[in-house]
């Protein structure tokens, strides 16, 4: 069967070419559908190659949270790429405005595909192992969708339906991711069978919020999508609050961090599959809980020590 290839040179006519024909399959960096097609998983009538198209590429700064477009690769996320592709108005890289989402892209594959693989790509297969995934639910990002309906914004929690399933219509793509510049230090954490080239058996994002006194959380590879340990945010944003922790920048309790440890794993859905056990993914979520607090919180602690004293 001959397969038809689009190449749209501008997001309108990407747009009428996914509402003339929704069932044609955007391809971006292709790191996750040529492998799909190589394997005769999938053999879509007609492909959609998004990579002519402008407004996809690069990342700005408006009304105070970035717009990093669906086109931006890990590479970009990293700084690996050296930022001669970004056309952002910011003085500074990338990867210095969002820490958490460049701890996550160097995790990412090998140096090929986080250079060509896109953080749209990794949203449009919507896989529970995603590596963006955690960091985008613990900053409370927003997806923008667009057709020729017009643009939303999906917050991400909302963003993922179901195994390998998202919230976007048949005509729709994802044109942009939205995140807030983090006021506080984020970490990001996984575990995998080896250190490169491996699907997270289990992984988890926080993001500390200073400036409005809460804690963000993802976890990955752990459920049938993406989530947040809502739990164990709030029982970490009430146990700092109620001890004056923010103001302090004291050493955590033992206790806190245990317990905020526990309730990440509660939280989680995992299943037994080839690459662990759903026993080991909670177990191992423990283990990134603790290890990731500790290392937030001892930056935020070296925020006060840098400023010469309270916080
Ligand atoms: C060897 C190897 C290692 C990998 N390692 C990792 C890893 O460590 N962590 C990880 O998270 N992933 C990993 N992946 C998976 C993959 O690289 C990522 O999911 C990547 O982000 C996909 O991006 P892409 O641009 O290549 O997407 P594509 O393959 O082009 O597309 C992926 C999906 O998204 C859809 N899509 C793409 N862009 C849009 C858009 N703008 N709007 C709507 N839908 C869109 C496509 O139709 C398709 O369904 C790996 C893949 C390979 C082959």
């Known amino acids: 069967m001959l397969m038809e290839f689009l190449q749209p040179e501008s997001l309108a006519e990407a747009l009428a070419a996914k509402a003339a024909a929704p069932e044609a399959v955007p391809i971006a960096g292709g790191t996750d559908v040529m492998?799909?097609?190589?394997?005769?998983?999938?053999?879509p009538p007609t492909l959609l190659d998004l990579t002519r198209v402008p407004e996809l590429a690069g990342w700005s700064l408006k009304g105070g949270r970035l717009r990093v477009g669906a086109g931006v690769t890990y590479a970009d996320l990293t700084g690996e790429r050296g930022g001669d592709g970004l056309v952002g108005p910011l003085p500074g890289r990338l990867p210095g405005q969002l820490p958490g989402l460049a701890m996550a892209a160097r995790t990412v594959g090998?140096?090929?595909?986080?250079?060509?693989?896109?953080i749209g790509g990794n949203l449009g297969s919507a896989s529970p192992a995603g590596d963006c995934h955690p960091m985008l639910l613990a900053a409370s990002a927003d997806i923008e969708a667009a057709s020729l309906r017009g643009t939303r914004?999906?917050?991400?929690?909302q963003f993922f339906t179901g195994v390998k399933r998202s919230a976007l219509a048949p005509d729709e793509l994802i044109t942009a991711v939205w995140i807030s510049p983090p006021a506080g230090p984020e970490q990001f954490a996984?575990?995998?069978?080896?250190?490169?080239?491996?699907?997270?058996v289990a992984a988890f994002g926080l993001a500390l919020h200073p400036?409005?006194?809460?804690v963000g959380t993802g976890i990955g590879s752990a459920a049938p999508t993406p989530i947040r340990a809502r739990e164990a945010e709030a029982f970490l944003t009430a146990a700092l609050n109620d001890a004056g922790l923010w103001q302090s920048r004291a050493e955590?309790?033992?206790?806190?961090?245990t317990e905020f440890a526990?309730?990440?794993?509660?939280?989680a859905r995992p299943i037994d599959d080839v690459r662990g056990t759903a026993s080991y993914?909670?177990?191992?979520?423990?283990?990134?809980?603790?290890?990731?607090?500790?290392w937030a919180w001892n930056d935020y602690g070296r925020g006060r020590a840098a400023a010469g004293g309270e916080g």
């Not at 492998?35 to 053999?43: D, I, K, M, T, Y």
């Not at 400036?211 to 809460?214: M, P, Q, S, V």
């Not at 993914?281 to 500790?294: E, G, K, N, Y």
């Open 35 to 43: 492998v799909e097609l190589n394997f005769a998983r999938r053999r």
């Open 110 to 118: 090998s140096p090929q595909i986080r250079n060509r693989g896109t």
């Open 153 to 157: 914004i999906i917050p991400v929690d």
């Open 190 to 200: 996984k575990i995998g069978t080896r250190n490169a080239m491996v699907i997270a």
């Open 211 to 214: 400036e409005r006194r809460t």
């Open 252 to 257: 955590l309790p033992l206790a806190v961090v």
């Open 262 to 267: 526990d309730l990440v794993s509660a939280a």
């Open 281 to 294: 993914r909670r177990r191992a979520l423990a283990v990134l809980a603790r290890r990731t607090l500790t």
